[in-house]
């Protein structure tokens, strides 16, 4: 069992940055994918970007890619969301996930994900 605790969310305007953080309670194994996904309201739940533990091999979707960071600290079990250059379509609620058996294509998928945060909401003004 893992239990996954999102922070760092909040309302901030549009071309800033905020951080968010996921830190893990259980184990996270060589081969689990960490995952962000979002949900905007009325929407489906995202992919965002993803991790997995042991290669440090991050994927991210294309509305964030070159504006968003992925990372990870093993020591402290925490996966961090650099998020810079902020748009209002960015708002939403940020979840993390794991993914005990991920491969490089199925990470997108929140389908694959067997534990998941409660999450934090991110609202971007314009």
């Known amino acids: 069992q893992v239990q996954l605790v999102e922070s760092g969310g909040g309302l901030v305007q549009a071309g800033t940055s905020l951080t968010l953080s996921c830190t893990a309670s259980?184990?996270?194994?060589?081969?689990?994918?960490i995952g962000w996904f979002r949900q905007a309201p009325t929407k489906e739940r995202e992919f965002v970007a993803g991790?997995?533990?042991?290669?440090?091999?991050?994927i991210y979707a294309d509305s964030v890619k070159d504006r968003f960071t992925i990372s990870r600290d093993a020591a402290k079990n925490t996966v961090y969301l650099q998020m810079n250059s902020l748009k209002p379509e960015d708002t939403g609620i940020y979840y993390c996930?794991?993914?005990?058996?991920?491969?490089?294509?199925?990470?997108?998928?929140?389908?694959?994900?067997?534990?998941w945060g409660q999450g934090t909401q991110v609202t971007i003004s314009s």
């Open positions: 259980g184990t996270i194994y060589a081969n689990d994918a």
């Open positions: 996930a794991v993914d005990r058996s991920p491969t490089r294509s199925t990470m997108k998928f929140s389908d694959n994900y067997d534990y």
């Open positions: 991790i997995r533990w042991r290669l440090n091999d991050k």
